[in-house]
């Protein structure tokens, strides 16, 4: 029975009907609930807008996974999903993903329910300090006064307030007037009656095309901050700058970090210069793509001399890249992006756009291609022998026929791995990176494609990974569109998500493929100064977190369909096969 047809009308459903029927008539499309009883107005009115065939709406009961299930949704859409949670420890658990927003600029909206004013601060139950609690992350944060008027026929002003209300956070989060997006906190506090019937005006208002600013409602929206908290708004973004010229003359190279997009392989090709892109960045892949990268910034004919890097998105992956745009010589143009600005040198100059055609050396760009093809690994199996298994001569046939199955049953080790979900994943797909050892195995090895990559590399925590690719995979199945998405991790950082693999019954369920590279702990300590730093004991009791987990058996809890393989051969046919729903991949490694 829709909540609009029993019951009496309630101030809090028709405060919650204005705000979420504001936020869908601008496009919102996306609802992230995580049950409770303070929230349960909101929620009521996104199953309702559920059911006018409005909005997708996804109900999670951890918040964490909430939050980075919407994450995932406003990675690969632009436009925000908005979570809706209960008062108490439900909103601190919103705060990972909010960081995570925050430095990699993805458009996020986090309604919190609360309890009124009068019951902060006097030991009620469920209650904390709820407005602020997100402040250092947000572009636009109220905390609402307790809405008191039913309005049955949307002409009430608190209606109107909190409609505009809906308008200023959804364009916070985009980045409009602030830079760049974000997340948005709206906490919404509620007296009881906590909900009632839905206003009938609910999907005539959700469906309308959202109207211009009236002064009426946002007077009467400012009325709505008053009586716990404020705004707070990120710093007014300046009006875009023109163009960087870029002079010729300057060994110059473009370094594409997480998020950069194709403008950096587009700047790469029309300015002639070497492109040094991360696995995360959208970026890897064209004419000038450099491989084993790495390896050639060490090199003092390469690395030594460069005179200026032009900077898209948030380059994390490797110490090298760190260490080049630390030096005091070499010219750092950072363009801006939607993560955080780049200044590792202290004088990066920050630029809009660079205009950059015919500013490239001919002769660098070749050495960098030279030593780039010389450098390049080549991952593919070896191509079976055929004069060998069509030989009459029996030795020579044996031979053939012993190499064959010889890789066929080639263990999987990390560079087989990475090799084998890159070559499975195509344009239509999605690929999603955790923060484990193999994101930078992948970044080291692999050559260029023209793919869809995300990654949390704002924080680049281990946290919400699976719920982060799932709203990935949520989001880019709209409308029945093809593809896959996979989501390729170490072992820590799937126990660490592992809450995201409950689905509730009838809801989509996305083609999704998560792949473990599971060697049993936190190898990835190996490679970090700690390694040379603790005893054998530590690092086994504190750093490498030794696990023995059954993952068939939380697959099977789950409700996923699980396959361990060990072998290229089994692993390329897993990832090939026809998903219909989720999968879960085990691939054991060695430590």
Not at 28 to 47: E, I, K, T
Not at 61 to 80: K, N, S
Not at 99 to 117: F, I, N, Q
Not at 461 to 483: C, F, K, M, N, Y
Request: net charge negative.
């Amino acid at each position: 029975m829709a909540q609009g047809e029993t019951g009496a009308a309630a101030p809090s459903t028709d405060a919650a009907a204005a705000l979420l029927a504001g936020l869908v008539a601008r496009g919102v499309r996306h609802l992230v609930v995580s049950p409770g009883s303070r929230s349960q107005a909101l929620a009521l009115v996104a199953a309702d807008l559920e059911r006018a065939g409005l909005v997708r709406l996804h109900v999670r009961i951890d918040e964490r996974v909430a939050g980075f299930t919407a994450l995932g949704i406003g990675r690969e859409t632009g436009m925000p999903a908005a979570v809706i949670c209960t008062s108490g420890t439900a909103v601190a658990n919103l705060l990972p993903a909010a960081l995570e927003a925050h430095h990699s600029g993805v458009p996020l909206l986090l309604l919190t329910a609360d309890r009124p004013p009068e019951l902060r601060g006097v030991g009620a139950n469920q209650t904390t300090r709820q407005p602020g609690l997100f402040h250092s992350t947000t572009r636009f944060e109220a905390d609402l006064s307790v809405p008191d008027t039913v309005d049955p026929d949307a002409t009430a002003p608190q209606t109107a307030a909190f409609d505009a209300v809906a308008a200023t956070a959804l364009a916070a989060a985009l980045g409009e007037g602030t830079r760049p997006a974000g997340p948005v906190h709206l906490n919404v506090p509620l007296r009881e009656p906590l909900a009632g019937a839905a206003p009938a005006w609910l999907v005539d208002r959700a469906t309308r095309p959202a109207a211009p600013g009236d002064p009426a409602a946002d007077e009467a929206s400012g009325a709505l901050y008053q009586g716990g908290g404020g705004i707070g708004i990120a710093d007014v973004a300046p009006e875009p700058e023109a163009p960087v010229i870029l002079e010729p003359g300057r060994r110059t190279i473009v370094v594409a970090g997480a998020d950069a997009g194709p403008a950096a392989e587009e700047l790469a090709h029309r300015g002639g210069f070497p492109l040094v892109a991360e696995i995360v960045s959208g970026a890897r892949y064209g004419r000038h793509v450099v491989h084993a990268y790495r390896t050639l910034l060490r090199d003092p004919a390469l690395g030594g001399r460069i005179e200026r890097v032009v900077v898209f998105g948030h380059p994390t992956l490797s110490r090298e890249i760190a260490r080049l745009l630390g030096r005091e010589d070499v010219e750092v143009i950072a363009v801006r992006g939607p993560g955080e600005p780049i200044n590792l040198n202290g004088a990066t100059r920050a630029a809009d756009a660079v205009d950059a055609d015919g500013a490239g050396d001919r002769a660098w760009l070749g050495e960098w291609m030279r030593a780039s093809r010389a450098a390049a690994v080549d991952l593919s199996p070896p191509a079976p022998d055929a004069d060998g298994l069509s030989s009459a001569v029996p030795h020579e046939r044996l031979g053939a026929i012993n190499a064959e199955v010889a890789v066929i049953r080639a263990p999987v080790d990390r560079a087989a791995l990475v090799d084998a979900v890159w070559r499975a994943t195509w344009p239509h797909d999605r690929l999603v990176f955790g923060s484990s050892r193999l994101v930078r195995v992948a970044d080291e090895l692999l050559g260029g494609k023209k793919v869809a990559v995300h990654a949390n590399r704002g924080l680049a925590g281990i946290d919400g990974t699976i719920a982060t690719a799932t709203g990935v995979a949520l989001a880019s199945q709209d409308d029945e569109r093809p593809g896959v998405t996979r989501v390729l991790l170490g072992d820590l950082a799937f126990l660490h998500d592992v809450g995201a693999l409950l689905l509730p019954p009838g809801e989509h369920e996305p083609r999704l493929q998560v792949i473990v590279g599971n060697d049993g702990g936190g190898t990835i300590f190996d490679g970090l100064e700690v390694a040379g730093v603790a005893g054998a004991d530590a690092m086994e009791r504190v750093q490498y977190t030794p696990q023995n987990v059954r993952l068939e058996q939380l697959a099977l809890a789950y409700g996923w369909e699980y396959r361990r393989v060990t072998t290229r051969v089994a692993l390329d046919q897993a990832l090939t096969s026809p998903a219909g729903g989720r999968q879960l991949i085990e691939v054991p490694l060695e430590r």
